[in-house]
């Protein structure tokens, strides 16, 4: 679902770091919390909670930025 949406698209980028930890719980075993993760995930796309206004662009600093 989230592939559905544009590259840049705020809603996308949340939903695609909810399943990327949905996947890192999973490996540990925390199903529970791997579903919880993929629930947000689902919730993000379906809902578009958050979009950008013309003109505006997410920066994702790295951790030495």
């Known amino acids: 679902m989230a592939e559905e949406l544009p590259p840049d698209h705020l809603s996308r980028y949340?939903?695609?770091r909810h399943l990327h930890q949905a996947k890192v719980e999973?490996?540990?075993g925390e199903f529970d919390e791997?579903?919880?993760m993929a629930a947000r995930a689902s919730a993000e796309v379906?809902?578009?909670r958050h979009e950008l206004?013309?003109?505006e662009k997410l920066k994702v600093?790295?951790?030495?930025?």
């Not at 600093?61 to 930025?65: F, G, I, N, Q």
């Open 61 to 65: 600093l790295k951790p030495d930025e």
């Open 34 to 36: 791997c579903l919880e």
């Open 46 to 48: 379906r809902e578009r």
């Open 53 to 55: 206004l013309p003109g």
């Open 14 to 16: 949340f939903a695609e």
């Open 26 to 28: 999973a490996g540990n």
